[in-house]
T-cell receptor
């Protein structure tokens, strides 16, 4: 069975600092996608970044970047220059040939 | 503006009543999904539909029903058979790339409270 594990229920970071959120997954598939979604207090799920498994280059979107280690099945999210608006739940998600599978989330608090 | 709308944002019902949650998208996406979110948990898939007039059960379909009469619309009915219906419900859609569902875009959600 495919699983996604986020081992950090809560994290905090000071504004302008860098924080890394961890995610590991388990699958026997070779072709798949990985995502990080952000859920702010409004509860709207927002796609932050996407990584295709066949691409070795780590995805980057402005202040957000990932460290994708396929062999280790690890997919961490780095947020640089953290802003107060980054305060949210962050969900790691995996999709192969079946449904989208979410981790349980990491609550990130950015302090001024 | 292209996007997914869910209405209403908050919904209250008495136990024993069926209730229908609306989900509409104007993104021309093929596939649509319903998820349930409970506190401290990730999203769990209730139903999904890849084409009009066809849908499949997800992990927690019991007590729910759906229809897909139009590409743009995928309403979810929470029936009285659902034992614990109070939750936050999210609708999503995506382009169907065959085997891979591709990335999903979410609506703002509906908070359902049943007393």
């Amino acid at each position: 069975a495919q699983t996604v594990t986020q081992s950090q229920p809560e994290m905090s970071v000071q504004e302008a600092e860098t924080v890394t959120l961890s995610c590991t997954y388990d699958t026997s598939e070779n072709n798949y996608y990985l995502f990080w979604y952000k859920q702010p207090p409004s509860r709207q799920m927002i796609l932050v970044i996407r990584q295709e498994a066949y691409k070795q280059q780590n995805a980057t979107e402005n202040r957000f970047s990932v460290n994708f280690q396929k062999a280790a099945k690890s997919f961490s999210l780095k947020i640089s220059d953290s802003q107060l608006g980054d305060t949210a739940m962050y969900f790691c998600a995996f999709i192969g040939t079946d449904k989208l599978i979410f981790g349980t989330g990491t609550r990130l608090q950015v302090f001024p | 503006d292209g996007g997914i709308t869910q209405s209403p944002k908050y919904l209250f019902r008495k136990e024993g009543q069926n209730v229908t949650l609306s989900c509409e998208q104007n993104l021309n996406h093929d596939a649509m999904y319903w998820y349930r979110q409970d506190p401290g948990q990730g999203l769990r898939l209730i139903y999904y539909s890849q084409i009009v007039n066809d849908f499949q059960k997800g992990d927690i379909a019991e007590g729910y029903s759906v229809s897909r009469e139009k590409k743009e619309s995928f309403p979810l009915t929470v029936t009285s058979a659902q034992k614990n219906p109070t939750a936050f419900y999210l609708c999503a859609s995506s382009i169907d790339h065959g085997d891979l569902f591709y990335e999903q875009y979410f609506g703002p959600g509906t908070r359902l409270t049943v007393t």
